[in-house]
Nanobody, 122 residues
Framework: VKLVESGGSLVQAGASLRLSCAASGLTFCLAGMGWFRQAPGKVREFVAAISRRGRDTYYGDSVKGRFTISRDNDKNTAYLQMNSLKPENTADYYC????????????????WGEGTQVTVST
């Protein structure tokens, strides 16, 4: 199984970015997908998750209303649209795949990508 994130960049506060996560080696449509982030010196935290068919989405409190998770099962790809970025959103962003259902827990995820860096400047 391989998950490859892309789309991270250095942007100014208020900008938007779309992260992508390309999956291979698994039956993508059977996996719930999640995004987590980890800032320097902090624990990895839940950002967003999406159910297998994309009907249900879940968000961390700090990103609700600004971030949108989506998926394209035909392309085996998950996305994270991030709007109105803030400096505190600076982190490495990781996508992950789960065959469980506790979407908010990083322990529930079976596979992880290596991350993409997002830096938001003031």
């Amino acid at each position: 199984v391989k998950l490859v994130e892309s789309g991270g960049s250095l942007v100014q506060a208020g900008a938007s970015l779309r992260l992508s996560c390309a999956a291979s080696g698994l039956t993508f449509c059977l996996a719930g997908m999640g995004w987590f982030r980890q800032a320097p010196g902090k624990v990895r935290e839940f950002v967003a998750a999406i159910s297998r068919r994309g009907r249900d989405t879940y968000y961390g409190d700090s990103v609700k209303g600004r971030f949108t998770i989506s998926r394209d099962n035909d392309k085996n790809t998950a996305y994270l649209q991030m709007n109105s970025l803030k400096p505190e959103n600076t982190a490495d962003y990781y996508c992950a795949a789960t065959f469980g259902s506790n979407w908010r827990s990083r322990r529930e995820y079976n596979y992880w990508g290596e991350g993409t860096q997002v830096t938001v400047s003031t």
